[in-house]
């Protein structure tokens, strides 16, 4: 029981970081070079799981306009909870 409550706990982090991450992505293409609590807030809670996908991308692909970090970011929190789902079942 508990094992299933942990896991159900990791599934429904994965989607709170999944929407704090759509979130951030929106927010600053309508709020690009404003000041906003609420995107700072998105930022820090989501720059663990980007920041290392975004220092990949910068060493790999230098110069690219396009930030794909977001996107592997929700390719991994996508993995990690199919990955929980499967251990429930």
């Not at 599934?11 to 929407?19: D, H």
């Not at 991308?57 to 996508?78: E, H, N, R, W, Y």
């Amino acid at each position: 029981m508990t094992i299933v409550l942990f896991f159900m706990i990791i599934v429904q982090l994965c989607n709170v970081l999944e929407m704090s991450i759509l979130l951030e992505v929106i927010l600053s293409l309508f709020l690009r070079g404003k000041e906003s609590k609420v995107l700072n807030f998105l930022k820090a809670l989501t720059s663990p799981i980007v920041m290392p996908f975004k220092k990949l991308q910068d060493k790999f692909f230098k110069g690219l306009t396009v930030d794909f970090s977001p996107f592997f970011a929700l390719v991994l929190i996508s993995f990690i909870r199919r990955l929980a789902v499967c251990l429930i079942v």
